[in-house]
Every structure is written in structure tokens, then in C-alpha cells.
């Protein structure tokens, strides 16, 4: 594994009805995409830091701090034991999202994780844990920006992005990069983006 550092709502459900995506052309966000970061984040603050009454759904904006109320040093202290790899409960992938890694792998190889991340080690260790064998097949990019994302999609000649911010969806399609959100909770704003709301939609898409 290679390591770089450097509602729907107007969108369509099930986009390219006709030709399906080349994988060779397809990429992934980490958090949110393949990670389910934001269960775990509710999961630490509630063992380690004892709070309760907040719900996945109530995670409306990229934000947290503006959504939920949650103290902010929690919410620091949570979000640093994600950053650094150093929580104890597991961080756990989407449902069905290694089987289709394994699958696009079968096809193409390697596979590009683009991440706003600043140190990819931890998503690195976790996702030989998670990949097992085919994990040396993944490459991990560590942006530190959002906004840094789509000069390494075009570096690479990506014209797909799987990614759960809508922000970076809209600024991706101004690149030149065709944007697929990954329905969230916090992603149901207006927009008119093609949209998928587990793996299995979307390995329907992808030409394996």
C-alpha cells in the first residue's frame, strides 16, 4: 500500500443507466464513504465522555460544532483519537464496502482512496486489518485540504469521485471531476448530483 501525503434531493438515485463506470476511472473518499467514521465518533463520546441523546440522523452539517450539541472539547478530544488511530472501539467499514473493494480488485488494481486526512497512516494500518492480502493493491492519498482533492483526481485521470461532502462534491464537478454523493445525513442539501446510498447501489454502477 502506497501512502502520498500532500435530498436525494435533485439528484439522480442511480445515475449512468447506460454504460457502467470504469473502475480505472473511479475513485473513493475515506470518511464517511468506505469508514463509517461518524457512528464511531457518536460511539466514543458516548462511552468515554457520557453523551447521550444524540443521533446519527441529528449530524445535519459537516460542522459538528454548529449541529449537534456537544461540548467542543469533546467533540476535539473524539475527533483527535479518530485522526490519530488511537481509539479503542473499532472503526468499522460501510456494509458490503470490502466485498466490492474485492471485486473492483479483481478487475483493477490499484484502487485510489483520496482522504482530507493530513497523516494516512492510521486509515493505512486499518485498512490492511480490514482488506487483509489485497490491501497492498490500495493507495492511500492524504490531502490535508478538502480542496486538494481534485488536483490529484486529474493527476491520475479520475473522472469519478465517490464523496460524502457536498462542498467538495460541487467544487470537484467545477474541476472536471463527476461527483457521486454518498447519501449522509449531513449531505441533503439541494443538489444535482448523481447519488448512492450503500455499496451495493453502487457496484451496480461500476463495471465489475
Not at 111 to 121: G, N, Q, S
Amino acid at each position: 500500500m502506497r501512502a502520498i501525503q500532500r435530498e436525494n434531493i435533485g439528484g439522480e438515485t442511480l445515475p449512468f443507466t447506460g454504460s457502467r463506470i470504469d473502475p480505472t476511472r473511479l475513485a473513493f473518499d475515506f470518511d464517511g464513504v468506505f469508514a463509517d467514521t461518524m457512528h464511531l465518533f457518536l460511539e466514543i463520546a458516548h462511552q468515554e465522555f457520557q453523551v447521550d441523546g444524540i443521533r446519527y440522523e441529528d449530524i445535519t452539517c459537516y460542522d459538528l460544532e454548529s449541529c449537534i450539541d456537544m461540548d467542543f472539547g469533546v467533540i476535539h478530544a473524539v475527533l483527535e483519537q479518530i485522526l490519530e488511530g488511537s481509539h479503542i472501539i473499532p472503526l468499522r467499514p460501510m456494509n458490503e464496502a470490502p466485498g466490492v473493494i474485492s471485486r473492483i480488485l479483481r478487475r483493477h488494481a490499484p484502487i485510489l482512496f483520496v482522504t482530507a486526512r493530513t497523516d494516512p497512516k492510521p486509515v493505512i494500518k486499518w485498512m490492511k486489518e480490514v482488506i487483509g492480502q489485497n490491501s497492498s493493491a490500495i493507495e492511500i492519498v492524504a490531502t490535508g485540504t478538502y480542496d486538494g482533492k481534485a488536483e490529484v483526481l486529474l493527476d491520475r485521470s479520475v473522472s469519478y469521485f465517490v464523496e460524502d461532502r457536498l462542498e467538495t462534491c460541487f467544487a470537484l464537478d467545477a474541476a472536471g471531476v463527476k461527483p457521486i454523493v454518498y447519501r449522509q445525513p449531513w449531505n441533503r442539501a439541494l443538489h444535482p448530483f448523481p447519488e448512492v446510498g450503500s455499496w451495493e447501489e453502487l457496484q451496480r454502477l461500476i463495471d465489475i
